[in-house]
Protein backbone atom coordinates (compact mmCIF):
# COMPACT_ATOMS: atom_id res chain seq x y z
CA UNK A 1 0.00 0.00 0.00
CA UNK A 2 1.21 3.37 -1.01
CA UNK A 3 2.45 6.12 2.18
CA UNK A 4 4.02 9.60 1.32
CA UNK A 5 6.75 11.77 2.81
CA UNK A 6 6.09 14.70 4.65
CA UNK A 7 6.15 16.45 1.07
CA UNK A 8 3.50 14.37 0.17
CA UNK A 9 5.56 12.84 -2.51
CA UNK A 10 3.75 9.40 -2.91
CA UNK A 11 5.78 5.79 -2.04
CA UNK A 12 4.40 3.31 -3.97
CA UNK A 13 4.51 0.29 -1.66
CA UNK A 14 5.67 -2.92 -2.93
CA UNK A 15 3.93 -4.82 -5.72
CA UNK A 16 1.25 -1.93 -6.05
CA UNK A 17 -0.07 -0.39 -8.61
CA UNK A 18 0.92 -3.05 -11.96
CA UNK A 19 0.62 -1.17 -15.26
CA UNK A 20 0.48 2.55 -13.72
CA UNK A 21 3.36 3.21 -11.08
CA UNK A 22 5.09 5.11 -14.30
CA UNK A 23 2.00 7.47 -14.18
CA UNK A 24 2.32 8.14 -10.11
CA UNK A 25 6.26 8.26 -10.34
CA UNK A 26 5.93 10.61 -13.50
CA UNK A 27 3.50 12.86 -11.27
CA UNK A 28 6.22 12.83 -8.42
CA UNK A 29 9.17 14.13 -10.78
CA UNK A 30 6.97 16.61 -13.00
CA UNK A 31 4.35 17.81 -10.34
CA UNK A 32 5.50 17.01 -7.13
CA UNK A 33 9.35 17.71 -7.37
CA UNK A 34 9.20 20.94 -9.83
CA UNK A 35 6.65 22.30 -6.77
CA UNK A 36 9.34 21.76 -4.26
CA UNK A 37 12.81 23.07 -6.67
CA UNK A 38 11.13 25.82 -9.11
CA UNK A 39 7.49 26.15 -8.29
CA UNK A 40 5.57 29.33 -7.42
CA UNK A 41 1.92 29.81 -5.83
CA UNK A 42 -0.07 32.49 -4.82
CA UNK A 43 -0.95 33.07 -1.30
CA UNK A 44 -3.72 35.68 -1.18
CA UNK A 45 -4.28 37.37 2.21
CA UNK A 46 -7.76 38.77 3.00
CA UNK A 47 -7.70 39.40 7.13
CA UNK A 48 -6.48 36.99 8.95
CA UNK A 49 -3.66 34.44 9.30
CA UNK A 50 -3.39 32.09 6.36
CA UNK A 51 -2.10 28.34 7.11
CA UNK A 52 -0.85 26.53 4.57
CA UNK A 53 -1.22 21.95 4.52
CA UNK A 54 -0.36 19.19 2.88
CA UNK A 55 -2.67 16.30 2.16
CA UNK A 56 -2.00 12.90 1.28
CA UNK A 57 -1.68 13.55 -2.51
CA UNK A 58 0.93 14.22 -5.12
CA UNK A 59 -1.51 16.91 -7.18
CA UNK A 60 -0.47 20.26 -6.95
CA UNK A 61 -0.73 21.71 -3.48
CA UNK A 62 0.10 25.92 -2.20
CA UNK A 63 2.43 24.92 0.65
CA UNK A 64 4.92 22.50 -1.38
CA UNK A 65 6.14 24.99 -4.01
CA UNK A 66 9.39 26.63 -3.56
CA UNK A 67 8.35 30.68 -3.80
CA UNK A 68 5.24 31.75 -2.06
CA UNK A 69 4.34 34.84 -3.59
CA UNK A 70 2.20 37.08 -0.69
CA UNK A 71 -0.75 38.85 -2.44
CA UNK A 72 -4.18 40.35 -1.49
CA UNK A 73 -4.95 43.03 1.69
CA UNK A 74 -3.88 42.24 4.96
CA UNK A 75 -5.65 44.72 6.90
CA UNK A 76 -2.55 44.78 9.24
CA UNK A 77 -0.06 42.60 10.15
CA UNK A 78 -0.79 38.81 9.89
CA UNK A 79 1.20 35.47 9.63
CA UNK A 80 1.67 32.48 7.66
CA UNK A 81 1.56 29.48 9.16
CA UNK A 82 3.49 26.97 7.30
CA UNK A 83 2.65 22.82 6.64
CA UNK A 84 3.17 21.48 10.26
CA UNK A 85 6.01 19.19 10.43
CA UNK A 86 7.70 19.58 6.91
CA UNK A 87 11.14 20.41 6.60
CA UNK A 88 11.30 22.73 3.17
CA UNK A 89 13.31 26.22 2.30
CA UNK A 90 11.21 28.33 0.96
CA UNK A 91 11.27 31.43 -1.20
CA UNK A 92 9.09 34.31 0.68
CA UNK A 93 7.87 37.17 -1.88
CA UNK A 94 5.55 39.83 0.50
CA UNK A 95 3.89 41.35 -2.08
CA UNK A 96 1.16 42.61 0.61
CA UNK A 97 1.01 46.51 2.71
CA UNK A 98 1.94 44.46 5.74
CA UNK A 99 4.68 42.67 7.74
CA UNK A 100 3.97 38.80 7.65
CA UNK A 101 5.39 36.58 10.04
CA UNK A 102 6.63 32.94 9.11
CA UNK A 103 5.63 30.46 11.74
CA UNK A 104 4.61 27.21 13.21
CA UNK A 105 2.22 26.17 15.36
CA UNK A 106 5.39 27.05 17.96
CA UNK A 107 9.17 27.84 17.88
CA UNK A 108 11.34 30.63 16.27
CA UNK A 109 9.15 32.52 13.13
CA UNK A 110 10.61 34.95 10.93
CA UNK A 111 9.14 38.48 10.22
CA UNK A 112 9.13 39.51 6.24
CA UNK A 113 8.24 43.15 5.91
CA UNK A 114 6.17 44.67 2.84
CA UNK A 115 7.45 44.40 -0.44
CA UNK A 116 10.43 42.62 0.10
CA UNK A 117 11.88 38.71 -0.62
CA UNK A 118 13.49 36.83 1.92
CA UNK A 119 14.46 33.29 2.20
CA UNK A 120 13.38 30.72 5.23
CA UNK A 121 14.08 27.45 6.10
CA UNK A 122 11.55 25.26 8.62
CA UNK A 123 13.00 22.34 10.17
CA UNK A 124 8.78 22.04 11.57
CA UNK A 125 9.41 23.52 14.89
CA UNK A 126 11.73 26.47 13.97
CA UNK A 127 11.42 29.04 11.10
CA UNK A 128 14.75 31.21 10.35
CA UNK A 129 16.11 33.81 7.53
CA UNK A 130 19.01 32.20 5.09
CA UNK A 131 21.48 34.58 4.43
CA UNK A 132 24.87 34.05 2.37
CA UNK A 133 28.52 33.65 3.76
CA UNK A 134 30.21 32.40 0.87
CA UNK A 135 31.95 35.81 0.00
CA UNK A 136 35.58 35.17 0.08
CA UNK A 137 37.54 37.81 2.58
CA UNK A 138 40.11 40.14 0.71
CA UNK A 139 43.70 40.13 1.25
CA UNK A 140 46.56 42.13 1.56
CA UNK A 141 45.84 45.60 1.57
CA UNK A 142 42.29 45.28 1.26
CA UNK A 143 39.72 44.14 3.43
CA UNK A 144 36.02 43.07 3.06
CA UNK A 145 35.24 40.55 0.10
CA UNK A 146 35.17 40.26 -3.28
CA UNK A 147 31.61 42.30 -3.56
CA UNK A 148 32.69 44.44 -1.15
CA UNK A 149 36.47 45.53 -1.58
CA UNK A 150 37.43 48.26 1.32
CA UNK A 151 40.80 49.78 1.35
CA UNK A 152 42.59 49.04 4.74
CA UNK A 153 42.79 51.93 7.34
CA UNK A 154 45.69 54.22 6.69
CA UNK A 155 46.80 52.37 3.88
CA UNK A 156 46.54 55.51 1.59
CA UNK A 157 49.26 57.58 2.74
CA UNK A 158 51.40 60.76 0.83
CA UNK A 159 53.42 58.34 -1.76
CA UNK A 160 50.24 56.51 -2.55
CA UNK A 161 48.84 60.04 -4.18
CA UNK A 162 49.87 61.60 -7.16
CA UNK A 163 51.50 64.61 -7.41
CA UNK A 164 48.17 67.34 -8.32
CA UNK A 165 46.02 64.56 -8.14
CA UNK A 166 43.64 66.39 -5.24
CA UNK A 167 41.51 68.57 -7.40
CA UNK A 168 38.88 70.93 -5.89
CA UNK A 169 36.01 68.45 -6.87
CA UNK A 170 38.25 65.74 -4.28
CA UNK A 171 38.14 67.91 -1.34
CA UNK A 172 34.81 67.76 0.71
CA UNK A 173 32.43 70.86 1.52
CA UNK A 174 33.95 72.88 4.41
CA UNK A 175 36.80 70.61 4.87
CA UNK A 176 39.59 73.07 4.26
CA UNK A 177 40.37 74.17 8.02
CA UNK A 178 42.33 76.59 9.96
CA UNK A 179 44.81 74.12 10.64
CA UNK A 180 45.50 73.12 6.99
CA UNK A 181 46.04 76.90 5.89
CA UNK A 182 49.93 78.15 6.12
CA UNK A 183 50.66 81.14 7.73
CA UNK A 184 50.85 84.42 5.56
CA UNK A 185 49.68 82.09 2.69
CA UNK A 186 45.96 84.22 1.95
CA UNK A 187 46.95 86.99 0.35
CA UNK A 188 45.03 89.95 -1.15
CA UNK A 189 44.53 88.22 -4.51
CA UNK A 190 43.34 85.29 -2.57
CA UNK A 191 40.02 87.49 -1.29
CA UNK A 192 37.02 87.69 -3.34
CA UNK A 193 36.40 91.32 -3.85
CA UNK A 194 33.18 92.49 -1.11
CA UNK A 195 34.04 89.42 0.98
CA UNK A 196 35.50 91.21 4.28
CA UNK A 197 32.34 91.59 5.82
CA UNK A 198 31.69 93.53 9.49
CA UNK A 199 31.82 90.05 11.21
CA UNK A 200 35.62 89.57 10.10
CA UNK A 201 37.06 92.79 11.30
CA UNK A 202 38.04 92.86 15.01
CA UNK A 203 36.96 95.38 17.38
CA UNK A 204 38.98 98.80 17.16
CA UNK A 205 40.95 97.15 14.09
CA UNK A 206 40.09 100.49 11.60
CA UNK A 207 42.35 103.38 12.93
CA UNK A 208 43.12 106.31 11.06
CA UNK A 209 45.56 105.69 8.90
CA UNK A 210 43.56 102.75 7.24
CA UNK A 211 40.87 105.44 6.16
CA UNK A 212 41.58 107.24 2.84
CA UNK A 213 41.33 111.05 2.83
CA UNK A 214 37.92 112.31 2.42
CA UNK A 215 36.37 108.83 2.78
CA UNK A 216 34.01 109.42 5.87
CA UNK A 217 30.65 110.23 4.21
CA UNK A 218 28.19 112.43 5.69
CA UNK A 219 25.82 109.32 5.30
CA UNK A 220 28.79 107.20 7.50
CA UNK A 221 28.77 109.94 10.27
CA UNK A 222 26.36 109.07 13.62
CA UNK A 223 24.10 111.81 15.19
CA UNK A 224 26.65 114.38 16.20
CA UNK A 225 26.87 115.62 19.98
CA UNK A 226 27.40 119.14 20.57
CA UNK A 227 30.49 118.40 22.34
CA UNK A 228 32.07 117.69 18.75
CA UNK A 229 31.37 120.82 17.49
CA UNK A 230 34.40 123.38 18.09
CA UNK A 231 35.06 126.63 16.06
CA UNK A 232 32.25 128.93 14.45
CA UNK A 233 29.66 127.25 12.34
CA UNK A 234 29.23 127.90 8.89
CA UNK A 235 26.37 129.60 7.55
CA UNK A 236 22.98 127.41 7.12
CA UNK A 237 19.57 128.13 7.12
CA UNK A 238 16.95 127.10 9.31
CA UNK A 239 15.57 123.88 8.00
CA UNK A 240 19.12 122.50 8.86
CA UNK A 241 18.41 122.84 12.30
CA UNK A 242 16.31 119.75 13.45
CA UNK A 243 15.68 118.02 16.87
CA UNK A 244 16.44 121.91 18.42
CA UNK A 245 15.59 121.96 22.17
CA UNK A 246 15.84 124.73 24.68
CA UNK A 247 19.09 123.35 25.96
CA UNK A 248 20.57 123.61 22.86
CA UNK A 249 20.10 127.32 23.30
CA UNK A 250 21.98 130.13 25.13
CA UNK A 251 20.14 132.50 27.14
CA UNK A 252 18.77 135.40 25.23
CA UNK A 253 19.08 133.91 21.77
CA UNK A 254 15.88 133.19 20.66
CA UNK A 255 12.47 135.41 20.33
CA UNK A 256 9.27 134.70 22.96
CA UNK A 257 7.29 134.04 19.55
CA UNK A 258 9.74 130.38 19.59
CA UNK A 259 9.14 129.45 23.65
CA UNK A 260 5.36 129.52 23.99
CA UNK A 261 3.52 131.76 26.76
CA UNK A 262 3.87 130.94 30.48
CA UNK A 263 6.23 129.53 31.98
CA UNK A 264 8.44 126.49 31.50
CA UNK A 265 9.94 124.06 34.26
CA UNK A 266 10.57 120.11 35.06
CA UNK A 267 7.27 120.10 35.84
CA UNK A 268 5.34 121.56 33.11
CA UNK A 269 5.09 120.67 29.09
CA UNK A 270 4.18 122.43 25.93
CA UNK A 271 1.23 122.16 24.97
CA UNK A 272 -0.03 122.18 20.90
CA UNK A 273 -1.10 125.91 21.26
CA UNK A 274 1.95 126.54 22.06
CA UNK A 275 1.49 126.91 26.02
CA UNK A 276 3.27 125.52 28.68
CA UNK A 277 0.79 123.63 31.17
CA UNK A 278 1.55 121.70 34.25
CA UNK A 279 1.78 117.56 34.00
CA UNK A 280 -0.88 115.65 35.25
CA UNK A 281 -1.77 111.90 35.15
CA UNK A 282 0.36 108.50 34.48
CA UNK A 283 2.36 107.16 32.56
CA UNK A 284 2.93 104.02 31.28
CA UNK A 285 6.04 102.03 32.26
CA UNK A 286 5.95 98.59 31.09
CA UNK A 287 3.86 96.45 29.34
CA UNK A 288 3.85 92.78 29.71
CA UNK A 289 1.12 89.97 28.16
CA UNK A 290 0.82 86.26 27.51
CA UNK A 291 -1.94 84.53 25.58
CA UNK A 292 -2.57 80.58 26.36
CA UNK A 293 -4.15 78.80 23.60
CA UNK A 294 -3.76 75.38 24.93
CA UNK A 295 -7.52 73.75 26.53
CA UNK A 296 -7.15 73.42 30.23
CA UNK A 297 -9.10 71.85 32.69
CA UNK A 298 -9.13 72.19 36.50
CA UNK A 299 -11.72 71.56 39.50
CA UNK A 300 -12.99 73.58 42.01
CA UNK A 301 -15.75 72.65 45.58
CA UNK A 302 -18.76 74.50 45.63
CA UNK A 303 -17.58 78.05 46.94
CA UNK A 304 -13.91 77.38 46.00
CA UNK A 305 -11.58 78.32 43.05
CA UNK A 306 -9.25 75.97 40.30
CA UNK A 307 -5.43 76.03 40.49
CA UNK A 308 -4.56 78.73 38.59
CA UNK A 309 -5.24 78.50 35.08
CA UNK A 310 -3.11 81.45 33.36
CA UNK A 311 -0.77 83.57 35.15
CA UNK A 312 1.44 86.01 34.04
CA UNK A 313 4.34 87.70 36.17
CA UNK A 314 5.91 91.17 36.41
CA UNK A 315 8.53 93.09 38.15
CA UNK A 316 7.55 96.87 39.50
CA UNK A 317 10.02 99.65 38.24
CA UNK A 318 8.72 101.96 41.34
CA UNK A 319 6.69 100.83 45.01
CA UNK A 320 4.77 103.48 44.03
CA UNK A 321 3.09 102.38 40.46
CA UNK A 322 -0.43 100.75 40.00
CA UNK A 323 -0.56 97.80 37.87
CA UNK A 324 -3.60 97.39 35.69
CA UNK A 325 -4.51 94.39 35.13
CA UNK A 326 -6.39 93.15 31.83
CA UNK A 327 -7.54 90.12 31.07
CA UNK A 328 -10.26 87.90 28.30
CA UNK A 329 -10.89 84.14 29.04
CA UNK A 330 -12.83 81.82 27.18
CA UNK A 331 -14.04 79.36 29.64
CA UNK A 332 -16.59 76.49 30.05
CA UNK A 333 -18.57 74.80 32.90
CA UNK A 334 -18.74 70.78 33.31
CA UNK A 335 -23.01 70.70 32.91
CA UNK A 336 -25.56 72.83 31.78
CA UNK A 337 -27.21 75.99 33.31
CA UNK A 338 -23.47 76.38 35.45
CA UNK A 339 -22.61 79.74 36.24
CA UNK A 340 -18.75 80.45 35.27
CA UNK A 341 -16.66 82.61 37.62
CA UNK A 342 -13.07 84.10 36.94
CA UNK A 343 -10.96 85.44 39.97
CA UNK A 344 -8.07 87.71 39.74
CA UNK A 345 -5.35 86.86 42.53
CA UNK A 346 -1.72 88.20 43.39
CA UNK A 347 1.28 86.05 44.55
CA UNK A 348 -1.85 83.41 45.71
CA UNK A 349 -4.05 86.08 47.58
CA UNK A 350 -7.53 87.11 45.66
CA UNK A 351 -7.74 90.49 44.68
CA UNK A 352 -10.02 92.94 42.75
CA UNK A 353 -13.04 91.26 43.78
CA UNK A 354 -16.99 92.30 43.94
CA UNK A 355 -18.00 93.19 47.28
CA UNK A 356 -20.49 90.63 48.47
CA UNK A 357 -22.97 90.49 51.63
CA UNK A 358 -23.31 87.22 53.69
CA UNK A 359 -22.13 83.76 52.78
CA UNK A 360 -22.35 84.59 48.95
CA UNK A 361 -18.87 83.86 46.75
CA UNK A 362 -17.08 86.97 45.67
CA UNK A 363 -15.66 86.98 42.34
CA UNK A 364 -14.35 89.26 39.78
CA UNK A 365 -16.84 88.56 37.03
CA UNK A 366 -19.47 86.07 35.95
CA UNK A 367 -21.23 84.22 33.04
CA UNK A 368 -23.74 81.98 32.56
CA UNK A 369 -24.22 79.13 30.69
CA UNK A 370 -27.08 78.21 29.37
CA UNK A 371 -28.69 75.07 28.57
CA UNK A 372 -26.04 73.86 25.88
CA UNK A 373 -22.73 72.52 27.96
CA UNK A 374 -21.22 72.92 24.27
CA UNK A 375 -20.81 76.92 24.87
CA UNK A 376 -18.14 78.94 25.01
CA UNK A 377 -18.26 81.63 27.59
CA UNK A 378 -15.92 84.76 27.79
CA UNK A 379 -15.11 86.53 30.68
CA UNK A 380 -13.04 89.70 30.81
CA UNK A 381 -12.23 92.34 33.12
CA UNK A 382 -9.79 96.15 33.85
CA UNK A 383 -9.11 96.89 37.21
CA UNK A 384 -6.06 98.67 38.89
CA UNK A 385 -3.74 97.49 41.43
CA UNK A 386 -1.60 98.75 44.03
CA UNK A 387 1.33 95.87 45.35
CA UNK A 388 3.66 98.65 46.98
CA UNK A 389 6.56 96.37 45.92
CA UNK A 390 9.82 96.67 43.30
CA UNK A 391 9.71 92.60 43.56
CA UNK A 392 8.55 90.39 41.06
CA UNK A 393 4.96 89.08 41.34
CA UNK A 394 2.57 86.92 39.70
CA UNK A 395 -0.92 87.56 39.27
CA UNK A 396 -2.69 84.45 37.81
CA UNK A 397 -6.57 83.89 36.96
CA UNK A 398 -8.87 80.89 38.32
CA UNK A 399 -11.84 79.75 37.95
CA UNK A 400 -14.79 78.83 40.01
CA UNK A 401 -19.26 77.41 39.10
CA UNK A 402 -22.30 77.68 40.70
CA UNK A 403 -22.24 74.32 41.50
CA UNK A 404 -24.64 72.79 44.38
CA UNK A 405 -22.62 71.40 46.10
CA UNK A 406 -19.58 68.53 45.35
CA UNK A 407 -16.68 69.19 42.94
CA UNK A 408 -17.39 70.70 39.37
CA UNK A 409 -15.16 70.53 36.50
CA UNK A 410 -14.21 73.77 34.64
CA UNK A 411 -12.42 74.42 31.31
CA UNK A 412 -10.03 76.84 29.89
CA UNK A 413 -10.17 77.78 26.24
CA UNK A 414 -12.87 74.71 25.56
CA UNK A 415 -16.10 73.60 26.67
CA UNK A 416 -17.28 70.35 28.78
CA UNK A 417 -18.06 68.67 25.13
CA UNK A 418 -14.29 69.19 23.19
CA UNK A 419 -15.17 66.69 20.06
CA UNK A 420 -13.43 67.62 17.27
CA UNK A 421 -16.31 68.62 14.83
CA UNK A 422 -17.05 72.16 13.52
CA UNK A 423 -20.29 73.12 15.80
CA UNK A 424 -17.53 72.39 18.84
CA UNK A 425 -14.94 75.41 19.12
CA UNK A 426 -12.19 76.23 20.88
CA UNK A 427 -10.80 79.85 22.15
CA UNK A 428 -8.33 81.64 23.89
CA UNK A 429 -6.83 83.47 26.97
CA UNK A 430 -4.76 86.48 27.59
CA UNK A 431 -3.46 88.79 30.23
CA UNK A 432 -1.81 91.46 30.02
CA UNK A 433 -0.17 93.82 33.16
CA UNK A 434 0.47 97.49 32.84
CA UNK A 435 2.35 99.02 35.28
CA UNK A 436 1.54 102.58 35.34
CA UNK A 437 3.61 105.97 36.99
CA UNK A 438 1.83 107.68 39.21
Known sequence: MSTYSPLKIELIGTGEQDGTWGITTNTNLGTTLEEMITGTADVTFASGTQTLTLTNTNAQQVGRNLRLNLIGTSGGPQDLVLPAGVEKLYLINNATADIITCKNAGGTTVAVASSTTQFIYNDGTNVTAVSSTVDPVMGGDLSGTVSNAQIVANAVGPTEIAADAVTTVKILNSNVTAGKIASDAVTTVKILNSNVTAGKIASDAVTTVKILNSNVTDAKIATMASSKLTGALPAIDGSALTALNASNLGSGTAPTVRLGSGTADATTFLRGDNSWAAAGGGKVIQVVSTIE?????????????????I??????????????????????????????QTSVFRAGTQILQAAAAGSRQRVTTSNVNGNNNKNLLSNSYTG???????SAITYDIRLSSSNDGGTATLYLNRSSVDSDIDR?????????????GV
Open 424 to 436: VARGSSSITLMEI
Open 384 to 390: LDSPATT
Open 293 to 309: TAAVSGSAAQGGTTAAM
Open 311 to 340: SLAITPTLSSSKILVLYSVTCGPSYDNFAT
